[in-house]
């Protein structure tokens, strides 16, 4: 089955990057999801990747994907402190995204002014 | 972008009473709808696949007579929490595929159950 495993807690000064790592057990992911949550909120989709890719990046935000080792990472450059929130790593096998999105417990950052 | 909502944001009942959570896609048609609950400081956990003009497909589980699941129209699907019960206090979010394949979640609900 599926399962999703991330780090619980990273500590970051402002201004300086921000590195989160999942990793990820079914080999037959296709697309692999960031989130973020802030206290009280819903998901914000911050960014994803198709399993074909090996890199994204989108303004601060870069995704590194090792299909190999099944790793997948998010860093957050110049990270502020309303970066701070919990960021969940996600997985779905299906590309039309009808199936199932399976989450790790997710990673609280914390940015310390 | 696509955008789902939910309501209530917030809602407070009395134990043995039911709750009725609406979700919504707004600029979108949804087949498939899905519905997590949220425990404080842990992951979300899939609860149903909430599937427009069908039954829906319950989790392993989830007591598909408690959390009932209706899928209405395309742009509607509906979570009652029948005779809530204090453990039933959580968050409650759905999500929809969008046409570009994205899930796309909505704001959630917080449900406490008194």
């Known amino acids: 089955g599926e399962d999703v495993e991330q780090s619980l807690f990273l500590s970051v000064r402002e201004g300086d990057s921000s590195v989160i790592n999942c990793t990820y057990t079914?080999?037959?992911?296709?697309?692999l999801y960031w989130y973020k949550q802030e206290p009280g909120a819903g998901l914000q989709l911050l960014t994803y990747?198709?399993?074909?890719?090996d890199m994204k990046q989108d303004q601060r935000l870069t995704v590194l994907l090792n299909k190999k080792d099944k790793h997948l990472s998010l860093r957050i450059a110049d990270t502020q402190t309303g970066d701070s929130a919990i960021y969940f790593c996600?997985?779905?096998?299906?590309?039309?995204?009808?199936?199932?999105?399976?989450f790790g417990i997710g990673t609280k950052l914390q940015v310390i002014p | 972008g696509a955008v789902v909502s939910q309501h209530p944001s917030w809602v407070i009942c009395k134990s043995g009473t039911s709750v009725k959570i609406e979700c919504r896609s707004l600029?979108?048609?949804?087949?498939?709808m899905f519905w997590y609950r949220q425990f404080p400081k842990q992951s979300l956990m899939l609860m149903a696949t909430?599937?427009?003009?069908?039954?829906?497909?319950?989790e392993q589980g989830v007591e598909k007579d408690k959390f009932l699941i209706n899928h209405a129209s395309l742009t509607l699907s509906t979570l009652t929490v029948t005779s809530a019960h204090p453990e039933d206090s959580s968050f409650y979010i759905c999500?929809?595929?969008?046409?570009?394949?994205?899930?796309?979640f909505g704001p959630g609900t917080r449900l406490t159950v008194t």
């Open positions: 999500s929809a595929p969008s046409p570009s394949y994205e899930q796309y």
């Open positions: 990747i198709f399993s074909n890719m």
């Open positions: 909430s599937n427009e003009g069908s039954k829906a497909t319950y």
């Open positions: 996600a997985e779905s096998i299906d590309p039309g995204g009808y199936q199932k999105v399976t």
């Open positions: 600029d979108f048609q949804a087949t498939t």
């Open positions: 079914d080999s037959s992911s296709t697309y």
